[in-house]
């Protein structure tokens, strides 16, 4: 009996505190969570009133993909190139770029085989 | 002749020293057991990672229990061990006075030993000890890292590192999911002590419910070490089980309805959250409950790992190399736990029992808890994402999204899943805290 007590006592226990626990952690979640929402829109807002006046000319780079098209010897696929301006767009961002032209590189080793050196030789 | 009959001594030596004289059905029995585990994990793929290293673990400790001994560190005086065949001149040696009487009453010969007087007239006998040391099986020192309570925080840190929390930081509701799931563990402490467990066994048994293999034997090493074996066999199993267990009783729990609710996109979590999380879950989660701090640390240092973005390597070792060095270790020493006179009683029957009945509480919790969160938001929460609360990540997330998409093939409901899921990690790691602290 004493036993059922203890088993009684740790379902409320164990109920309240892991309820208690995770409320805890929604609440601040969520409160953390506005803040920085909140927070990075206006950073943002600041940011792209600074790329207006610094380059109006800026092209986008959907805009800049059709421009590549010529610069290109017909060898790659436009899906390629659409991805490579993706790619172009993800590490550039809101930073005024355009790309001029897409080349395949000729290297000793292929690009698989770079990045694997690249690993094992970069510093710790 | 002379070469013939140590020929014979010899082969006749081995036959006694080898496993057919000294062990017994019960060893036979669980050698098939591991054989059948074998052909789960193999066959049937079944978590082989786990399964196939405590199967073997499991047939290895049965044919030769050595494997798993204690070292030993023993006194023995100079008759011990010549009669154990053993040679006095290889150990040190440690002297004791005693009187007459007490050497009579240790059953020790006064003849054998010599008479020492002391300065003040007193007269003592000096009997030698030999301090014969031995040591363990390979098996007693790896499983050192599971009684210790060193390999499930590790492979928390392995998981982390893998675990993706924006889910759950976009919708942090579902952490009410990962916290009903958990019900089930202390509903079934009550049906184990009713069926006259021990608390600390009770609670042992009971945290197969949170359906997280690493929890599971980090408590159990904790509270009752000498039900390790069928408690790992059980949480592996029942997880490797999710994808029968769990869809009767969401179909059971919910209408038709209910299950084709399709829910809107998640919003995008930024890096700076993500980043933030697992130093604001540990935070509050080790203040509040020490106990859960070693699995719930090593899972937010692994995930810091990961989203930090800035230690790639390590990120990278504790998901791959570390992590699976441990799974190794623990596998085969948790299956090593389960030696046939251990593992086969009725109380082994008694944890497969319960362990089930914890699985399917805490999902039927789960998809309850699910329901309310449907009702309260008017029907914009799909309640199967309930039962991926239980942890046994992904698994449990896959089934809610198998679930709701044969009632409605346009629906995906598994990033949605996720959260509860990873919410389940967090909150067995809570609840084991409790029983531990409880329970020690």
Redesign the interface.
Same mark, same amino acid.
């Given at each position: 009996m004493d036993? @059922?007590t203890?088993?009684?006592t740790?379902?409320l226990? /164990?109920?309240t +505190?892991?309820? @208690?626990?995770?409320? @805890?952690?929604?609440i601040? +979640?969520?409160v953390? /969570?506005k803040i920085?929402?909140a927070a990075?829109k206006s950073s943002e807002k600041r940011k792209a009133k600074k790329i207006e006046q610094a380059a109006p000319a800026a092209a986008s780079p959907e805009a800049a993909v059709p421009e590549v098209l010529p610069a290109n010897n017909d060898e790659i696929p436009g899906e390629i190139i659409a991805v490579i301006a993706a790619a172009v767009d993800a590490v550039y961002g809101n930073k005024p770029h355009k790309i001029k032209a897409v080349r395949r590189s000729r290297s000793a080793r292929s690009s698989w085989g770079n990045a694997g050196v690249a690993q094992n030789t970069r510093p710790? | 002749m002379d070469i013939f009959n140590q020929l014979g001594s010899i082969i006749v030596g081995l036959f006694q020293s080898s496993g057919l004289t000294s062990l017994s059905w019960e060893n036979y029995v669980m050698i098939l057991i591991s054989f059948v585990l074998m052909f789960l994990a193999i066959k049937k793929q079944y978590e082989p990672l786990l399964l196939l290293p405590i199967a073997f673990g499991m047939m290895l400790v049965n044919i030769f229990p050595g494997i798993m001994a204690n070292p030993v560190n023993q006194m023995m005086t100079y008759e011990q061990v010549i009669a154990q065949g053993l040679d006095p001149a290889s150990y040190t040696t440690s002297s004791q006075l005693m009187t007459l009487e007490q050497l009579k009453t240790a059953g020790f010969d006064p003849t054998l030993y010599h008479l020492v007087t002391l300065k003040d007239g007193s007269q003592f006998y000096e009997v030698i000890y030999y301090n014969v040391t031995a040591n363990g099986g390979l098996f007693y020192y790896l499983y050192q890292g599971v009684h210790l309570g060193i390999f499930p925080p590790l492979i928390f840190l392995g998981i982390g590192a893998m675990t993706d929390f924006g889910p759950l930081i976009a919708n942090p509701k579902s952490f009410i999911l990962g916290a009903a799931a958990q019900i089930g563990i202390f509903l079934t402490f009550i049906g184990a002590i009713l069926l006259g467990f021990a608390p600390h066994e009770a609670g042992s048994i009971a945290i197969i419910g949170g359906a997280d293999g690493p929890t599971a034997i980090f408590v159990t090493s904790q509270l009752a070490p000498e039900m390790l074996g069928p408690i790992a066999v059980a949480a592996y199993s029942y997880m490797a089980l999710v994808p029968i267990i769990q869809p009767p009783i969401m179909k059971l729990l919910t209408t038709k309805k209910e299950r084709s609710i399709v829910m809107g996109q998640l919003r995008p979590v930024s890096k700076l959250e993500k980043v933030l999380f697992p130093i604001v879950v540990v935070v509050l989660v080790a203040l509040l409950l020490p106990d859960a701090a070693p699995l719930v640390g090593m899972l937010m240092l692994g995930n810091l790992f990961k989203e930090s973005g800035v230690v790639e390597r390590i990120s990278k070792t504790a998901q791959n190399e570390l992590m699976n060095i441990v799974t190794i270790f623990l596998g085969i020493t948790v299956g090593a736990t389960a030696s046939g006179t251990l593992f086969l009683n009725f109380k082994t029957l008694g944890i497969i029992a319960l362990g089930l009945i914890a699985f399917c509480l805490g999902t039927a919790c789960g998809v309850l808890f699910g329901k309310i969160m449907c009702w309260a938001t008017k029907g914009k929460v799909n309640p199967l994402i309930g039962s991926a609360g239980v942890s046994a990540v992904p698994m449990a997330a896959r089934i809610s999204q198998k679930v709701g998409q044969e009632e409605n093939p346009a629906n995906f409901l598994l990033m949605h899943a996720m959260g509860p899921n990873v919410a389940g990690v967090i909150g067995s790691a809570v609840a084991a805290g409790v029983l531990i602290s409880v329970l020690k």
């Open positions: 036993n @059922l203890l088993a009684l740790l379902l226990a /164990g109920f +505190i892991v309820f @208690l626990v995770l409320i @805890l952690l929604i601040v +979640i969520t953390y /969570g920085i929402q990075q710790f | -």
